[in-house]
């Protein structure tokens, strides 16, 4: 009885992954989850503005306890890999039901940022990558030291190049994060008409807290308000 149980609710599961509503919903949750992450993260950074021993006492936190944060970036790096794997499909989906292009695009309802997302998604997976390599492990930082978190972010923003990469991938994230938000309720059916403006509020007011936030840590290291003191 155990092993037909099993089979059956592998066979919904696979189902509901089969349909494009059961797409839109992992991404939906998945983009929950990572809007989540991204908040914390934020929150954590900011401490920057509390000052080095601070920020890189909150850096020696998070490596304290090994399992509790390889746990935590296995289950990021599976809702990633959940949330682009369902949107590939959907794009592929959408692109089978219409072989041929329109051969003038005239969106109506359609904002910009909902055009783009298919456009934004890759953008921000490869900032992901570089992000990591930049302030996480340390490949393309130019003077990285695993134990100062401090002197890493603000010898690291300096650069030019970095600094200008921040700036492009938050622009990305804003774009994404204000229809995304909006789109995840609507994609688990929270799309009544009394709602929806207080959710597009709610999509406006994370994306500005959220890319303000992020951005002005950069900025802040670029204007010498923050780690001026750092050679």
């Given at each position: 009885m155990a092993?037909?149980a099993?089979?059956?609710?592998?066979?919904r599961t696979l189902e509901?992954?089969?349909?494009?509503?059961g797409k839109?919903?992992?991404?939906?949750?998945?983009?929950?989850?990572?809007?989540?992450f991204?908040?914390v993260?934020?929150?954590?950074?900011?401490?920057?503005?509390?000052?080095?021993d601070v920020?890189?006492?909150?850096?020696?936190l998070l490596?304290?306890n090994?399992?509790?944060?390889?746990g935590?970036r296995l289950?990021l790096?599976?809702?990633?890999?959940?949330?682009?794997t369902?949107?590939?499909?959907?794009?592929s989906?959408?692109?089978?039901?219409?072989?041929?292009?329109?051969q003038?695009?005239?969106?109506t309802k359609s904002s910009y940022?909902s055009?783009?997302?298919y456009?934004?998604?890759?953008?921000l997976?490869?900032?992901i990558?570089?992000?990591?390599?930049h302030l996480?492990?340390?490949?393309?930082?130019?003077?990285?030291?695993?134990?100062d978190?401090y002197?890493?972010?603000v010898?690291g923003?300096?650069?030019?190049?970095?600094?200008?990469a921040?700036?492009i991938?938050?622009?990305c994230l804003?774009?994404h994060?204000?229809h995304g938000v909006w789109?995840?309720?609507?994609?688990?059916?929270?799309?009544?008409?009394?709602?929806?403006p207080?959710?597009?509020?709610?999509?406006?007011?994370?994306?500005?807290l959220?890319?303000?936030?992020n951005?002005?840590?950069?900025?802040?290291?670029?204007l010498?308000?923050?780690g001026n003191?750092?050679?």
């Amino acid at each position: 009885m155990a092993a037909v149980a099993t089979n059956s609710t592998l066979h919904r599961t696979l189902e509901f992954w089969q349909a494009s509503i059961g797409k839109k919903t992992v991404m939906a949750v998945t983009g929950g989850i990572l809007v989540g992450f991204t908040l914390v993260h934020m929150a954590g950074n900011l401490q920057i503005y509390l000052g080095a021993d601070v920020l890189n006492h909150y850096g020696q936190l998070l490596k304290s306890n090994v399992a509790v944060l390889w746990g935590a970036r296995l289950f990021l790096l599976a809702s990633v890999c959940l949330h682009l794997t369902a949107a590939f499909q959907l794009w592929s989906l959408k692109a089978k039901a219409r072989p041929v292009a329109y051969q003038k695009l005239a969106p109506t309802k359609s904002s910009y940022a909902s055009r783009t997302m298919y456009v934004s998604g890759p953008i921000l997976l490869f900032f992901i990558i570089y992000h990591l390599s930049h302030l996480t492990t340390g490949q393309t930082h130019p003077q990285f030291d695993e134990g100062d978190v401090y002197r890493n972010v603000v010898l690291g923003f300096r650069q030019p190049v970095a600094f200008a990469a921040y700036l492009i991938a938050m622009g990305c994230l804003g774009f994404h994060l204000i229809h995304g938000v909006w789109s995840a309720f609507q994609s688990l059916g929270i799309n009544h008409p009394k709602y929806t403006p207080k959710i597009r509020n709610l999509a406006t007011g994370l994306t500005a807290l959220i890319v303000g936030g992020n951005l002005s840590i950069p900025v802040a290291v670029m204007l010498r308000l923050i780690g001026n003191d750092v050679q």
